[in-house]
């Protein structure tokens, strides 16, 4: 067993540090706040990490990517939350590149990666629906062929950024023989075909990056399918499996945890600072006691895939338990910031209101409580070790 | 021994019920939450015409002279509508303080005008430094030829928006958080020297943060005994615990009732997620928690109306389980109802909303837990 | 809604606490914790009881009960945990002795409930069997019809006190038709019967209480069969109905706290006493708002059925709730006994060994964990609420 | 970055598994444990004649000199077989003392002995008042000539019974719960003065009670500097408590894989109970339980071998999880057993308890967790 980082690891770190000081400034960070302008910041910040040969930790070299080792993912992902910075928007690059390099043809290879690489084009993911939830593979989204083209009808929803959005990859019924799972195609739709339609869905956070998507007679060249017709559950399946590597969220946790613990040194009741009540103490070192070991959870699968072992139930073991952390959090946030968890955002100064962090514990724990659900509930997370790991 | 309802307060109880039946859809809530001030007049004269701000006074000034029960009936209802009337500021907090501390000329002055739907009061303690402390308070109240003058901010006060008329505690005496030296004071919303700045809070209320630069006030306005009102507020927040935990039970009866109906209907893998046994076991966990907490709040109540007992320790350990089983109550239901719990146009996360500002004010679970523990291990 | 006592109420209560503090005496606890002559103390406190006329205060006056009140019951519970007197022996006066009365023939009545009453014979319960736990109605125990007597083969298990006792009261196997809950009958076997045979369990907290009873052609006359033949499911269900009306363990519940705060105000770490160790404290009264909640569930029950109600799915609500606060408390008693924790009876006396509820402590934590599994787990509890309550 | 065991940690894990399969049925424990000493001499043997008595000693002693990974691999093993034998009394503690504060003569005397089997020790450091605290000694040694006079009593002493060999904290100088003026002697356990009370603990093992009365204790017994004990107690306990991890891993293993295959077969309303899903869920989480405890104590491990980092917080934590798990472990293996999880006859309350012996050992969870908040908000 050994857990310390090689000298060339350690460079490692220091290049990611002195990278994240620079190019992830005062100025980007006002940007990346700002109601209208976050789009391009964002697009701004991916740029940088392209530039730097970034933007793809995980793809394979021959398309683009940089290919680091688990223990340097590590260490980019720790580096990351504890500089505040923000990941890329994963939709391009860590779920539909994959399927493309994995499952792809050579043009839509070449079509596709380098725009994502380059944060061209922007996209969404076509999954979920509105009368199947867990039950992904209950689909009713339908793609007929007709002669080139598969014509789409249906809807997705909980898509995020449909709005902000040039593609959309989604899972579409092209037929009803056999299991449900089968039958299933995975499609790339451009997002200003004729028929798509967005509909903005409010989020209990007050902030719109939720959709629906319907899809009323959309044409889709036969070219724009990936792999075999009817066999996408199965490149859908690989994806989520990639998907769930750091889903465990240690070092995001990490960084809340630290904010929350300078929030409680600022809190103050009856003169007595609420990091010195021993019941707080109890409460933040229950979620620090389960995040220290957590980290190792993720650590200990990190290097079973580092040795060539496939990420496997595992993943949903970091899943849950990465989730119930990050609701603690925010759980203990709400309650740290009293009265003013209630207030929502607006054009008064925080000066003026008296509080600096109730309106962002508000939406944080709001915003959270899509952590359990989407992605796999934890049910589904459940369900799944019950029969992958305990045979049941 | 029984816990019946007399046919007054299940009259009570029904009026309101029909009410929100009939005229408080949670579209037409909506509606109110949306316009400018969060509230209806309309509804507020339906709220007086049917009696219900007269509930808590007593009969000389035109009241109903209703007891914790009363109150408890209709809050419940109050929370299954999610209800956005100021009746807890003004009837609750601000009607309870000036029934227990006004004198007899400023009870027949004032609570006419609430029970005719006159007056929108507010009571305005939080500061921005006091967190749950009701003893800690720096705004000054110095004496100036027969009266004071006001300074000093309070923040987040409930209905802050919409007063016309505040109760506000200030100190005349005494260190930041002593208890002595505290006194209060009922004015104007609308007195020179007060500045107002309102914002919405995530239930729908309409608060303000209130500056006060240089307010005089004359002798009268002085409500109760000079720097004796820390007993008065703690006992009106007492109450006010009680009102609101019944509001919450209402809430949270509502938060099961809504799941357990999702989880028949909605179907995955080809059953409803109902029939899934990880799940009933779950409804059984909120079922139990709501059951519980109501059996908090009958204790508390029962207690309130033997006037020989102290309610306190009762009063802490239902604002406690508030806490507890609300989160867990609305936890559940948020989770159960999958995506569909997370979009605003649904209920289910407006009522966890009011349900956690229902748990903050006047302090958490861990707050009257340490005030519990305070009363068992003096 | 009115939670006060009317005058003659009060009145009772005096009269309880009167009878406990004369009857109950020392000489009588001391010979009741005594590992051979408990026996023959418990049958002593009984015939007190019977004297005063309160052995069966739920039986009909005409059966020789006393028909108090629910609140009547209410405060003689109450008054018997603060009070630290035992409960009866259940099996005759609170599980046998009504199904005898409501379904039984004059001759049962006369022959058994005298008996009973007087604490002449010593029942025990015969529901559970070796292959059929929660699942009562597999039960495979055979009644053969031979002539004027029924042949009984099988076995019975967790028969609480099938050592020490004369009569046990039986579900038996009379038939494999229909569904399972039928062919059921209820029989009154004799132990002294040829072919019963006590098979002694030692159970985790070091004590042997429980046995498993085997039955091989053991010959019972048919004049011990409760009502009909095939019927006796129904009997047994009216009766666990019966039994769960105190279930909660409110009183004693509230008797055990109150020792634990006497222990945490003996224990002390490193100069400071448990009970003002803030982490003990709130553990404590975590325990002490559920059980004041209980209380009040446990009244509203109560009232209800004091109105004519019948307890339903109520009681089990009482069961898990009242199970879980007790586990509560044995578990906090176990970490306040620290070391001591461990330590098994022996004849060394306390004062030498140092610790005078330690091993106390182990004894009631082990024997604890029972309450949650037998009586029907607080799973099939949890079943029966989400049926009947929840119509799930 | 990697977790795996050398080739001689999987050796040694392997031997005691080894051991356990062939020679430690639950029915062959069940004997031991029955027996007067409530060990066996012959398995005692067997471990010096596998080497397993030598694996945390220096080299130059006949040790392995092997570190905190080669101790867990054992202990878990260990747990696994709820081996009786005082191989954490001797070796992990009794062992520790000496390898850390006794001198080169010290050492080279006793190691040996423990290395071939020759040596029972016991390190007895509780007091009636003392709880957990290590500091609270009462117990004093006082001068005398050249030596020492011990007097005092200590409780609960693990394989206190069986112990020829003591080593004993006593106080020197300083007050009674002070850091400084605490002293380690090793001494025989049959000397003069020693009155030994002994007695059997709810995981089978034998502890003892011991009365000291003027007993004489010659120069060369103190171990380590005079007054400066409780730094070397402090870190031998800390390494302790890994090891004590380890074992209770192992133990949480065997309770969580035993309950589902329970589940498995036991048959329930038709079907086996492994297949509601209520009780899938809940295995679950007693699964991801068991994984937990298993990242902390890699972590601690890892931190421990990391010779420039302080493992006090890692190791805080560790027990606290220790505490929270074991007893969600226990508790939920007891329930889905049913009554079978009650009788003595089964292996699962047997695990329970030790697990429970361990979780006291050092203090519980509440009691780590509160030196991890005195670390952690300082």
Redesign the interface.
Known sequence: MDTSFAPEDMAFRDEVRAFFADAYDDELRARLQHPTEYREAIIDWQRRLYDKGWIAPGWPKEYGGAEWTPTQNFIYETERAAAGVRDVIPFGLKMVGPVIYTFGNDEQKARFLPRILRSEDWWCQGY?EPG????LA?LKTRADLDGDAYVVNGAK??TTYAQHSDWIFCLVRTSNEGKKQQGISFLLIDMASEGVKVNP????D?HHS?NEVEFNNVRVPVANLIGEQDKGWTYAKALLAHERTSIAGVADSRRALAELRRFAEQ?????KRKID?P??QK?LSDIEIELMALEYTDLRVLASVAAGGAPGAESSLLKIKGTEIQ?AIQ?LR??L????????P?D?DPQ????EFGSSA?QAY?YG??A???GG???VQ?NIIAKAVLGL | ?????SEEQVMLRDSVARFIQDDYSFDARRKIAASDTGMSAEHWQTFAELGWLSVPFAEEHGGFGGGP?DVMVMMEEFGKGMVLEPYFATVILFGGLLQRAGSTEQQATYIPRIVEGNCLGAFAF?E??S???L??VKTTATPDGDGFVLNG?K??VYNGANADTLIVAARTGGE??DEDGISLFILDAGAAGIDR?S?????GQR?A?LVFKDVRLPADALLGEKDKAYPVMSWVVLEACVALAAEGLGIMGQLNTKT?EY??Q?E???VPI????????R??DT??SY???K??L??A??TL??EDEDPAR?IH?LK??LDRAG?HVH?EA??LH??M?????MDI?HY??RL??IN??FG?G??H??Q??AL??A
Not at chain 1, 132 to 135: E, K, L, M
Not at chain 1, 267 to 271: D, F, M, P, Q
Not at chain 1, 337 to 344: I, N, W
Not at chain 2, 341 to 345: A, H, N, Q, S, Y
């Open positions: 979920s199947a939830g867990s039950d209950a929803i909980w869905i409010t989020t209990i007050n939720l809190e103050v009741n009856a003169g009540d019941l707080f409460r609701q759980g709400m309650d910031a009293g009265y003013y968890q209630g207030v929502l607006t008064l003026a209101l008296g509080h508000r709001m409580r899509a359990t659900i989407y509930s934890n049910e459940k | 021994m029984n816990f019946d309802f029960v939080t921005r430094q967190r749950y402390e003893a800690d901010e923040v987040v930041q958080c700045m914002y919405a809070l995530m239930d608060a943060n357990l989880t028949k909605r995955q893998f080809g109902g029939s899934f046994q990880a799940l009933q076991h409804m059984v079922f139990m059951e519980q907490t059996s908090l009958y204790r109540v029962c109306e033997k009762d350990a406690v389980m989160r936890s948020i989770q999958g995506g719990g997370l979009t605003d146009e996360a966890a909303k956690m500002m903050a004010t958490d861990d707050h837990q340490a519990f523990n068992s291990f």
